[in-house]
């Protein structure tokens, strides 16, 4: 079955490092994966969409890199500040086809704490 | 940008009452909008997409009779639980997808407590 992880215990960084993410997924063939942020008691907000053809993106202080021989994408975010503290999922389309005629299959999330 | 506004932001109800849960799109039009769940420390699990004009398409282990879905305009859908239970409690969210926008947009989520 399609399964997507993501280490979902709490992730502690300091102030300004740059924290990194990780996502996993098995028995997928995706076009492009998306990383959103999740706020206590608030819907996702999207973040970042990468493609299969591209090896990373960027977005200010967020990088995002996609290998999808090893299944995996990396999700940075550098100079790191207490405001960034959230869960952060990974989602892939849950169809084939793509282009948001199919709803999103997330990971667990992991729970990104930014100490001063 | 895209903005779903979804409402009410939570709702206690008695076990055995329905309750309905509003979606709209305010600035784009969505012939489909998508309704997860969410419990307490667990991913958001899509429930059912629905499509403006035609019937909802579940996914396995959604009871449709229990969750009936509405999308009777280009910019509202509405998800009703029928006969809830205190199981039901959890954090329903809805998100279209804005044509020509990357990513999806979601609504502030629906927090239901059953009692």
């Known amino acids: 079955s399609q399964k997507i992880e993501q280490n979902s215990e709490a992730l502690n960084i300091q102030e300004g490092k740059t924290a990194t993410l990780t996502c996993n997924y098995t028995?997928?063939?995706?076009?492009?994966l998306q990383w959103y942020r999740q706020d206590p008691g608030r819907g996702p907000v999207f973040l970042l969409l990468?493609?299969?053809?591209?090896k990373e993106k960027r977005k200010e202080r967020l990088k995002v890199t996609f290998d999808t021989t090893l299944k995996q994408s990396l999700f940075h975010i550098t100079a790191s500040q207490p405001a960034d503290s959230a869960t952060y999922l990974c989602?892939?389309?849950?169809?084939?086809?793509?282009?948001?005629?199919?709803?999103?299959?997330f990971g667990k999330g992991t729970h990104l704490i930014i100490q001063p | 940008g895209a903005v779903v506004s979804q409402h009410p932001s939570w709702v206690i109800c008695k076990s055995g009452t329905s309750v309905k849960i509003e979606c709209r799109s305010l600035?784009?039009?969505?012939?489909?909008m998508f309704w997860y769940r969410q419990f307490p420390k667990q991913s958001l699990m899509l429930m059912a997409t629905?499509?403006?004009?035609?019937?909802?398409?579940?996914e396995q282990g959604v009871e449709k009779d229990k969750f009936l879905i509405n999308h009777a305009s280009l910019t509202l859908s509405t998800l009703t639980v029928t006969s809830a239970h205190p199981e039901d409690s959890s954090f329903y969210i809805c998100?279209?997808?804005?044509?020509?926008?990357?990513?999806?947009?979601f609504g502030s989520g629906t927090r239901l407590t059953v009692v």
């Open positions: 998100s279209a997808n804005a044509a020509g926008l990357h990513g999806y947009t």
């Open positions: 028995n997928y063939s995706p076009a492009y």
């Open positions: 990468i493609r299969e053809n591209e």
């Open positions: 989602a892939l389309e849950s169809g084939a086809a793509g282009g948001g005629a199919d709803g999103l299959t």
């Open positions: 600035d784009f039009q969505a012939t489909t």
């Open positions: 629905s499509n403006e004009g035609s019937k909802a398409t579940y």
